[in-house]
């Protein structure tokens, strides 16, 4: 079993469409993140989430907007995408909020934007 | 006060060799230091952490050495072997419920030649 799944792998679409990425994890961790790793590997964090609730909300367009039905879930949807907006966005979680807590990262989703 | 430095930004080492990557922080607040691993196509995974209460942990054939008066952290890996070829991240955080999200390094893409 997957501990961090994301959905889609990959995602191609064209300026101005408006996108979801789905994150879910089996770990039953209170934590969960979302991370944007651009072309040269940087990886920034964009939002996390602590028992439903937004406790991390970085400098990142108001285009981007996190939802977490259920502790075990955060989505990512992503409105009138940008070209700037392509990189590889990875969900993570961990069992509690802190940075000295282990974070289990997904495989990433890869969004491309024509 | 955030950043946290990290380099090179790639290294080239025969099997066998040792790598060794530094990594230099600015917030006296941070208490947590984890490596990550990072292989193509895949998330992120936690290596091997360090507090500032130790000078040096050791896992294997990873090292971490911290230098809490320079603020400065390196990762040592004895007897690289080819699977050791990945990008590694050096983070800094600090831990608990009033903590810190996790700030990484821009990551050090490690090539093992046999």
């Known amino acids: 079993d997957t501990a961090v799944s994301q959905t889609p792998k990959y995602l191609v679409t064209q300026m101005g469409n408006d996108k979801s990425i789905k994150c879910e994890q089996n770990l039953g961790h209170d934590t969960m993140y979302w991370y944007k790793q651009d072309s040269k590997k940087f990886l920034k964090i964009m939002f996390s989430y602590n028992n439903k609730e937004l406790i991390i909300n970085e400098t990142v367009p108001n285009r981007f907007s996190p939802k977490s039905p259920d502790k075990a879930h955060l989505n990512l949807h992503i409105n009138s995408l940008e070209l700037g907006d392509s990189a590889v966005y990875f969900c993570?979680?961990?069992?509690?909020?802190?940075?000295?807590?282990?974070?289990?990262f997904g495989d990433g989703t890869r969004l491309s934007i024509l | 006060q955030q950043q946290v430095k990290q380099s090179p930004q790639s290294l080239i080492v025969q099997k066998g060799g040792i790598s060794i990557i530094n990594c230099a922080y600015e917030n006296t607040a941070f208490d947590y230091f984890p490596w990550y691993q990072q292989f193509p196509g895949k998330g992120p995974a936690l290596l091997i952490a360090i507090r500032p209460d130790v000078s040096e942990k050791k896992e294997g054939r990873f090292t971490i050495s911290f230098n809490k008066s320079a603020k400065q952290f390196s990762l040592h890996i004895m007897d690289s072997q080819p699977g050791d070829s990945a990008t590694y991240f050096c983070?800094?955080?600090?831990?608990?419920?009033?903590?810190?999200?996790?700030?990484f390094g821009k990551g050090t893409t490690l090539s093992v030649s046999s």
């Open positions: 993570a979680s961990s069992q509690e909020w802190g940075a000295n807590q282990p974070q289990h």
């Open positions: 983070a800094a955080g600090s831990g608990g419920q009033a903590g810190t999200a996790l700030i």
